[in-house]
């Protein structure tokens, strides 16, 4: 007796919006202001990184000497237009209907967030890692110095 009941529920696990179409509006409606906020935080970020990048690198003194730091305010711009990127789409999905859709992992690397994405979290961390590193030798070697110029 139960089998009919547990075809009827694989049956109708899967839908199409052709065959189907279902309302997610409902559920989906209180997030177009939060994906809204991050797309114009994104954009906002996303310029104030570029400018950043633009006076570093027009001025010669400050590209030699912080180098490492357009570096990074490259990287934010990277996680910054993630931002931007993935808000737009997000809502892009929820008024095509499409946003709780199953999607395989080949279509969602065929959207350009997840690569953003990847890029714009792990390149900051590494170049922070890197001016890190560079402090550290920079004052390691100084106290080594000064430590072998007493002796």
Request: hydrophobic share 50%.
């Amino acid at each position: 007796m139960e089998i009919p009941c547990i075809q009827a529920a694989v049956k109708n696990a899967f839908w199409d919006n052709e065959t189907y179409p279902p309302d997610q509006s409902v559920v989906t409606a209180g997030l177009l202001p939060a994906f809204l906020t991050y797309s114009i935080c994104g954009g906002i970020a996303s310029v104030f990184n570029i400018i950043c990048i633009l006076v570093f690198l027009t001025k010669k003194n400050l590209r030699d000497k912080y180098l490492f730091f357009a570096l990074l305010a490259f990287g934010n711009l990277i996680n910054t237009l993630f931002c931007l990127v993935a808000g737009s789409l997000r809502r892009k999905m929820i008024f095509t209907n499409t946003f709780l859709q199953l999607r395989s992992i080949f279509e969602c690397l065929q959207q350009p967030g997840p690569h953003l994405q990847l890029l714009g979290g792990q390149l900051p961390a590494l170049v922070l890692l890197v001016i890190s590193l560079q402090r550290f030798f920079a004052v390691f070697t100084y106290v080594n110095f000064c430590l072998s110029k007493d002796r």
